[in-house]
């Protein structure tokens, strides 16, 4: 699935998708953050550090009866503009 069509289809912008899963009837759609989106979540600088990478799952829209999971790696940054330490 291109990016566009993913945007098209679940409304998410910054990320990618890079790999489809299906088991037990979940349809999984993996999708780490582009590396020119990843900002302080603070003060929108891009001069960050990743620190750890957190994979969280949210629920979609259902694809015909099966269940639709959209799995986020979500990196935290530290930033050194104002110093927080957050997850995007």
């Given at each position: 699935?291109?990016?566009?069509?993913?945007?098209?289809?679940?409304?998410?912008?910054?990320?990618?998708?890079?790999?489809?899963?299906?088991?037990?009837?979940?349809?999984?759609?993996?999708?780490p953050p582009r590396g020119k989106t990843i900002c302080c979540p603070s003060c929108d600088s891009r001069n960050v550090?990743?620190?750890?990478?957190?994979?969280?799952?949210?629920?979609?829209?259902?694809?015909?009866?099966?269940?639709?999971?959209?799995?986020?790696?979500?990196?935290?940054?530290?930033?050194?503009?104002?110093?927080?330490?957050?997850?995007?």
């Open positions: 699935m291109s990016t566009t069509l993913f945007y098209q289809s679940f409304g998410i912008r910054g990320y990618q998708q890079t790999r489809i899963e299906f088991s037990k009837g979940v349809t999984r759609f993996h999708v550090i990743r620190r750890r990478l957190r994979q969280r799952e949210f629920r979609a829209s259902p694809i015909g009866l099966k269940r639709t999971v959209v799995v986020a790696s979500l990196p935290r940054v530290q930033c050194h503009d104002c110093g927080a330490v957050r997850q995007i």
